[in-house]
């Protein structure tokens, strides 16, 4: 209730909806809901954008805490950048209702919904709460596929250039050199884990399957006995069943997740705890997408050549 009212605080001090007849700052306003959508935002926008990133690198992006600040930075934007596919629903809609932007409305072009045009895994054939926390639109994880990133810093570019034409230029040549330096470093990520294909791993939460998909990797179970659903000592127990017999022995786990659970389990699989995550900054060294993927993958690479 004290975060109800303290937004709805914040809201009414805003006073009146911000329309889309205001002239545009010297630079876009640009918020994203998570740091790794922020980074490529930063990357495509250069010195013509000011971005900012709702939700902390070690944050889980599905349960950020809504502040009132929150709602000031979404009144004052140019241009939003969601996940989409259900990642942010349980706290963007609030927000966004309390700083009545229509700048950034559904369907406006300073509206950027990052899940479009990425084609999703895991679509639940039948909606169903029992099986946990799931998305009926498709496992929002997607960033963690370089592919996806690249569809998606294409859309930004699209988006950026209908609220700014004058920059459109600039977006288009940034977007050019992002693409560039992508390319180059997916050539030597694939060619890292070239060797360890069909290598199996396990996860705290269903959050690298992109990742699994792009790189050839098998995850073969995850701490969570269902998505969001904390892991009971029997799940536990199968989870470590199944390792021993897949001769898996790395456990991927993320800052906000328990990684005391996960050293309980590696210890009697024989299995190394990587400490990793899907946003930049979360690690020290990781403050762009190109350094975040360039840690994970050396990690990933480090881990299973030690398994050899």
Avoid: C
């Amino acid at each position: 209730m004290k975060t109800i009212a303290l937004l709805s605080f914040a809201a009414a001090a805003l006073g009146a909806p911000r329309g889309t007849t205001e002239p545009l700052a010297a630079k876009l306003s640009v918020v994203a809901t998570t740091p790794d959508l922020a980074s490529l935002a930063k990357a495509i926008g250069g010195d013509a954008v000011d971005v900012k990133a709702l939700a902390k690198p070690t944050e889980d992006s599905h349960f950020v805490d809504a502040k009132p600040s929150h709602i000031v930075t979404l009144n004052r934007a140019d241009v939003l950048i969601e996940g989409g596919a259900e990642l942010e629903l349980g706290w963007l809609p609030p927000l966004l209702e309390s700083a009545r932007n229509s700048r950034i409305a559904a369907g406006a072009p300073g509206r950027v919904v990052a899940s479009h045009g990425i084609k999703m895994l895991e679509i639940p054939e039948t909606f169903d709460r029992s099986k946990g926390d799931v998305h009926a639109l498709g496992n929002p994880h997607f960033m963690i596929d370089p592919l996806n990133a690249k569809i998606i810093a294409a859309d930004i570019a699209d988006h950026l250039a209908q609220v700014d034409p004058k920059s459109a230029d600039v977006f288009k040549a940034n977007l050019q050199a992002f693409n560039t330096a992508l390319d180059a470093k997916l050539a030597e990520w694939q060619k890292q884990l070239a060797p360890y294909r069909g290598a199996k791993i396990v996860t705290y939460h269903k959050d690298f399957v992109y990742l699994a998909e792009r790189f050839g990797l098998v995850v073969v179970e995850t701490l969570e006995p269902k998505p969001g659903i904390a892991p009971s000592p029997a799940h536990l127990a199968k989870v470590i069943t199944t390792m021993r017999a897949e001769k898996a022995r790395v456990i991927l786990v993320q800052p906000y997740q328990n990684r005391r659970t996960a050293e309980t389990v590696a210890r009697q699989t024989d299995a190394v705890v990587l400490d990793v995550s899907q946003q930049p900054g979360a690690i020290k060294g990781t403050d762009t997408y190109l350094d975040l993927m360039d840690h994970l993958v050396q990690t990933l690479v480090n881990a299973l050549q030690g398994d050899k």
